[in-house]
């Protein structure tokens, strides 16, 4: 089942027609992820969906609803929940209190009710940032403040924030950029835990160790429009994908790294597995 589809969605700027008949569909369950060069209409795409720029022409269904004319509040009620590139924590609250912030989704009526009495957060809010800063490896760090945290470990953070949430589908724009291989990769690794507590994700990244290591499945857009979709094996092969973006070989050793690094980090479980049983005989 289709958890978000779009028909024909075209976004125009003026003359300019930032997003052309896009058709994509994002399977309940999955790992989906959208790829292209600068200035191909990935945020574009994101904004549209979300309710934060008008759909021109076409439609967007998320979960059998028809978003037309829909707030992005509305819609993200509804489960659909996106990250922004850009960084936009809550600086002088710890990393804990910026997932709750997330995490209780108030309504307009919530400052009469905390007025009348302190507010307080349930323990359902309570369970859901904790499963957020444990999926994501922050227990350490959640009682520090933002800007005690590196660049690497922020981003992390405005993911958890966004899966705090509780969405249904998790939109990540541009998670990985700033992030050098390893912190990418390890980003990566975490993204596949995610599907296991029932949130399905849409990621849109330029890192292509990421998307083709982590992804179910790929579109690639270029210039507004959709060039090419597959598996991430398909994807390697396409001509248009390699002549459009991918290049001879930046795409190739990129993947290769994030290859190389999830052997690595599998050798190293396997191992850690292998040892426990002896462990455990020597203290008998």
Aim: net charge negative; aromatic share 6%; with cysteine.
């Amino acid at each position: 089942m289709a958890l978000l589809k779009t028909y024909d969605m075209t976004v125009r700027y003026g003359g300019l027609a930032a997003n052309a008949d896009v058709n994509l569909e994002v399977p309940e369950g999955k790992l989906v992820g959208l790829i292209g060069p600068n200035g191909a209409g990935k945020t574009t795409f994101i904004d549209a969906i979300t309710g934060f720029t008008n759909v021109s022409s076409g439609r967007v269904e998320f979960d059998g609803h028809d978003l037309e004319g829909m707030t992005p509040d509305r819609r993200a009620h509804l489960g659909l929940v996106r990250t922004f590139q850009s960084l936009e924590l809550f600086e002088d609250l710890t990393v804990r209190e910026n997932l709750l912030v997330a995490a209780e989704k108030p309504t307009w009526w919530s400052f009469i009710v905390d007025l009348l009495r302190p507010p307080k957060t349930s323990a359902e809010h309570e369970a859901r940032v904790a499963g957020a800063l444990s999926v994501l490896g922050l227990d350490d760090i959640a009682d520090r403040l933002p800007m005690d945290l590196s660049h690497g470990q922020r981003k992390l953070v405005g993911v958890a924030r966004a899966l705090a949430a509780k969405p249904k589908l998790l939109l990540l724009d541009e998670p990985a950029a700033g992030l050098d291989t390893t912190e990418s990769q390890l980003l990566g690794q975490h993204l596949r835990t995610f599907l296991e507590t029932g949130t399905t994700i849409f990621l849109i990244d330029h890192d292509m160790g990421l998307v083709l290591n982590v992804c179910d499945y790929i579109y690639v857009l270029d210039f507004g429009k959709i060039i090419a979709e597959g598996t991430p094996a398909q994807i390697r092969k396409d001509p248009a994908v390699i002549g459009a973006y991918l290049g001879q070989s930046a795409g190739e050793a990129q993947a290769k790294a994030g290859e190389a690094l999830a052997a690595r980090t599998a050798a190293a479980a396997s191992d850690a597995s292998e040892q426990a049983p002896d462990q455990g005989g020597d203290h008998v």
